[in-house]
């Protein structure tokens, strides 16, 4: 627990002494405008775990641990924490000026309560490669158990007690970086139902509250005075400006309206990088772009053949070479290569020729049953974005210069809510996905395919005994290289199935001013406002 303490206190110290200096002229307000990608679908954190939402989740709410400016886990509502030693047994001490935006004060009894919330069976049901470690999760978001068993107790008013299945070495990131875990303001809930995570009702604990979302235009957040450390915010006020469009998002960053954006778009890539290195925010990142087959129909269902023969057709080396241009590596396997502590897996063609790739393609393409007297005909489904549709021209033309006259493929672009139904309803043949980590652990990747399971997680509908028993073990074993040898063989068990495409594991594009300080380089490009200021 010391050590613990010592952490946090070393989180809070380094805190302070980036933000030294950072304060605005007296009566100036410092405003950060920052591009996000896209409308919200919600800011309610348990129902979602997009992108685009956790940007402003960040900002909005704490739980109980966080993750500071370089992605190591610090102190949030907790002060300090305990392990036991079969790792299993978590004791949070909450710090005593936690509280919401409102100046309600945060006890035990919200913590268990938000944790409760998040795994109940209507909100829950997507909770399964994160929050569901805690033990008895999984019953209660199947239905078999009732909500009062969760592994989260409070033994006193700011005492926290989570006990979890197996143990998990990565807890405390998962915590860290997870939506599900971070508390929901119960009255308020309760109070608005499900119309509660609105400007005007929301109730949070981060480092700013909600005080405007114009559909379309933008959600402004301002500095939460109730805080616990709101002396070391930096900032007064950020504004997200929904904008998908990157080539748009880049013209207002010329045009010094906003200080980020999220990405760059792909055609732009190579004249941003030459024109302005110091904006240019070009990292590795711990993510995976893909395509999954929708296993539960045809044409994919059953036919190993065909799905083996698609990925074999598609050139990695020149789609990232010649298409996303932005440090972006060719992805032979699903975990990306930044995970600490694992040995990549790969499909069993990676590494050989590309023209000996496409001669087999062929051939198990017309294995499958598929020529020019009897086309394939489908549709890769992706949300409508310029870097989206360059990645998909160049797939589809790569199948197409593959199979010639023996396919009839069809790229289908949607707005994003659309997306995100159809993807619910798997209601697509081929549908564009990407993963983040929140943590450097390869099952953040790998349980995304359980076969328990759902979209927009296991979009394929991917179901293999031997995976799921290999997590399983992997799960149940407290030896690290045991462990990892056990995810590793998953892996290459998953990927002989090929339920999913992958094309490339992810580096950040983006713009950032150099008037804006504190953003530093971790793994999973998150930069919360709170580690941020404005230099004047």
């Known amino acids: ?42 800011l309610d954190p348990h129902r979602t775990d997009g992108r685009i939402e956790s940007n402003i989740l960040r900002d909005l709410f704490e739980g109980l641990v966080t993750a500071g400016a370089d992605g190591r886990v610090i102190g949030g509502v907790a002060e300090s924490w305990d392990v036991s030693d079969d790792g299993l047994r978590y004791t949070f001490k909450l710090r005593g000026d936690a509280g919401w935006s409102n100046g309600d004060a945060i006890t035990s009894a919200d913590i268990v309560y938000s944790f409760r919330r998040a795994v109940a069976a209507e909100i829950g049901r997507d909770a399964g490669i994160g929050i569901a470690i805690i033990d008895k999760a999984e019953e209660i978001i199947g239905g078999k158990a009732p909500i009062d068993q969760l592994g989260v107790a409070a033994t006193d008013p700011t005492t926290v ?33 499900n119309d509660w995570a609105v400007a005007g009702r929301l109730i949070g604990n981060g480092a700013y509250r909600l005080v405007e979302w114009v559909p379309g235009k933008q959600i402004s957040l301002l500095r939460n005075t109730n805080f616990h450390h709101v002396g070391q915010v930096g900032i007064d006020r950020v504004i997200y400006y929904p904008i998908s469009n990157p080539i748009e998002e880049q013209k207002l960053f010329q045009a010094g309206e906003l200080d980020t954006t999220v990405e760059v778009a792909q055609q732009q890539v190579k004249w941003v990088s030459l024109t302005q290195p110091a904006e240019f925010w070009n990292r590795p990142q711990l993510g995976t772009y893909y395509y999954a087959l929708n296993l539960m129909a045809e044409p994919f269902r059953g036919n190993l053949k065909l799905r083996q023969a698609l990925t074999m057709a598609v050139n990695r080396e020149a789609l990232v070479n010649k298409v996303t241009r932005a440090g972006e590596a060719p992805a032979y396997g699903f975990v990306p290569p930044t995970v600490p ?59 197409r210069e593959a199979f010639g006259n023996g396919i009839v493929v069809t790229a289908v672009s949607t707005e994003r809510g659309e997306y995100f139904k159809r993807r619910a309803n798997r209601d697509f043949q081929v549908v564009r996905a990407a993963w983040f980590g929140d943590y450097g652990d ?56 090929v339920p999913l495409i992958p094309l490339y594991h992810f580096a950040t594009k983006s713009l950032v001013s150099q008037r804006i300080k504190g953003w530093v380089f971790n793994i999973r490009d998150v930069h919360p406002t709170r580690f941020l200021w404005v230099e004047k």
């Open 1 to 42: 627990m010391a050590a613990a303490i010592a952490r946090t206190l070393m989180g809070v110290v380094l805190c302070a002494l980036v933000l030294a200096g950072a304060t605005s002229p007296a009566g100036a307000e410092s405003v950060l405008r920052r591009g996000n990608g896209g409308e919200p679908t919600t």
């Open 161 to 193: 007690v989570i006990t979890l299945r197996n143990p998990a070495p990565y807890f405390l990131a998962l915590l860290s970086a997870d939506n599900k875990a971070l508390p929901v303001h119960r009255a308020t809930v309760e109070k608005y139902g």
């Open 341 to 399: 502590g694992y040995r990549q897996q790969t499909m069993a063609f990676a590494g050989q020729p590309q023209e000996q790739n496409v001669v087999r393609a062929r051939r198990l393409f017309a294995e499958a049953g598929y020529g020019p007297s009897n086309p394939l005909r489908i549709e890769v489904l992706f949300n409508a974005s310029e870097n989206n549709q360059a990645v998909a021209d160049g797939v589809l033309s790569m199948w």
């Open 442 to 497: 390869p099952t953040v990747f790998l349980s995304l395919l359980r076969s328990s399971a759902r979209p927009p997680r296991n979009d394929a509908g991917y179901k293999s005994a031997k995976f799921d028993e290999l997590l399983a073990k992997a799960a149940a074993n407290n030896d690290v290289a045991e462990r990892a040898d056990l995810l590793q063989q998953a892996e290459k068990a998953m990927l002989e199935d």
